[in-house]
């Protein structure tokens, strides 16, 4: 990965109530790097709190004594912005958790949707196994 500036780095409490609140400051960082304004009040709001709610929910089964962190960096050209959530859950295959929603055999289903929205809604989504989990966003600007 090309050199990048770590724009934010905070840690969180495993309690869905903190979701808004890193939302906005990693909408901060999208706004800093003029990325398109759809992207910053639409598409990274809800692929982030798509991705915050499954490490909280999920990777940490909401247990008060796990914590997710979050980082935030910009590439050296100041033309992406690379978001990692981090879990300490036990993990997930990307491929086989995400399903196409739009799909007659999944359409009716309330779960499963949160991988398939982020990877429509930002340029890359991946994940990584490290000690915890980590799901990286990558948003383009441009």
Do not use: W
Not at 127 to 133: H, S, T
Request: hydrophobic share 40%.
């Amino acid at each position: 990965m090309p050199k990048m500036r770590v724009a934010l780095e905070i840690e969180i409490p495993s309690d869905v109530h903190e979701i808004e609140r890193v939302v906005e400051l990693v909408q901060q960082e999208c706004r800093q790097l003029k990325i398109e304004p759809e992207k910053c009040a639409l598409n990274v709001p809800v692929a982030l709190t798509e991705a915050l709610s499954n490490a909280i929910l999920r990777g940490n089964l909401e247990d008060s004594s796990k914590c997710v962190r979050i980082r935030a960096s910009v590439s050296k050209a100041g033309d992406k912005l690379v978001v990692d959530v981090i879990d300490e859950g036990a993990g997930f295959d990307l491929s086989s958790s995400t399903l196409n929603c739009t799909t007659p055999e999944n359409i009716l289903r309330e779960d499963g949707r949160g991988l398939y929205l982020m990877q429509c809604l930002v340029d890359r989504v991946e994940q990584f196994v490290d000690g915890g989990n980590t799901v990286r966003l990558t948003v383009q600007r441009g």
